[in-house]
């Protein structure tokens, strides 16, 4: 089960007109979708899912001849229906509107074709989804996956002047997110040594945001007292023995450190290794 999910909801919006010809348009690319999350799959295993729930088409063909409505009486059995539209499909001229999909950049396959006539000169909606690409209340598709769209000559010709297909669709899509084990390569572990005096703090270790462990020790001989920041005093902060008797080992501070001598002079040495 995902640790978290990223949901979201979009549009998208094509017109298209006699100047588009018969080549299949791109419609709505799903990768272009995920494409902002994608520094996500650094720390996380992505899982995505898209879901495509409409597309209308808003058909408008005053360059054909106008068919009418099929004329659909409540006694008719469903036989007798189909044939009263294939009447009319039959006799009136018609454009075809076919969808496609591809995976990546391979070949466009054939999802559905639907027909429009010019209805009474008139605008008109259509759903694409059901029944042209699926069944189901929702069309699937995979994060490769291009959805186009062309249009179809049936021999009654294809879009003229003043014809358009309007078309919008809504879908969402979620990403579920399972943190990977973070596994960071050690880089060697670096000397240093920085004398320390009793007048002011010192600042031994510089910020380090990708440290992963410092080794300190007080080979002098006095006692030195440390902290992560100059407000180290004598008797406040982490206290180190003299002559390699205190020692330090750390694995979570990342930021600076300072020390202070409890009395005349001494030297804090040690390695430092880092994250790379």
Request: glycine content about 10%; aromatic content about 10%; proline content about 5%.
């Amino acid at each position: 089960m995902a640790q978290n999910q990223i949901e979201n909801t979009r549009t998208f919006r094509r017109t298209i007109t006699a100047a588009d010809g018969t080549g299949i348009i791109p419609l709505l690319n799903v990768a272009d979708c995920f494409a902002e999350y994608s520094d996500l799959s650094a720390r996380y295993i992505c899982g995505y899912s898209f879901f495509l729930e409409t597309i209308t088409a808003a058909v408008h063909l005053p360059s054909y001849q106008a068919a009418p409505y099929a004329k659909l009486l409540p006694e008719m059995d469903t036989a007798e229906r189909i044939a009263e539209l294939m009447e009319i499909e039959n006799n009136y001229p018609f454009v075809g509107v076919r969808l496609h999909a591809r995976k990546g950049t391979g070949a466009w396959g054939n999802l559905g074709t639907a027909r429009f006539q010019n209805k009474n000169d008139r605008e008109s909606i259509y759903p694409l989804v059901i029944p042209y690409l699926t069944l189901n209340n929702v069309k699937l598709f995979s994060p490769d996956d291009t959805l186009g769209i062309s249009i179809v000559n049936y021999t009654h010709g294809v879009l003229g002047v003043g014809d358009y297909i309007n078309l919008e669709g809504d879908f969402r899509f979620t990403i579920d997110l399972i943190e990977k084990p973070q596994i960071r390569a050690l880089g060697a572990g670096l000397p240093y040594g920085v004398d320390i005096s009793s007048e002011a703090p010192t600042k031994f270790r510089t910020a380090n945001q990708n440290r992963a462990i410092l080794y300190a020790t007080n080979i002098g001989n006095v006692a030195l007292w440390i902290a992560g920041d100059p407000s180290v005093a004598v008797g406040r902060g982490i206290y180190l023995a003299p002559g390699g008797n205190g020692s330090l080992a750390e694995e979570v501070l990342t930021g600076e450190l300072w020390a202070i001598a409890e009395g005349g002079f001494s030297r804090i040495s040690g390695i430092e290794a880092s994250y790379v």
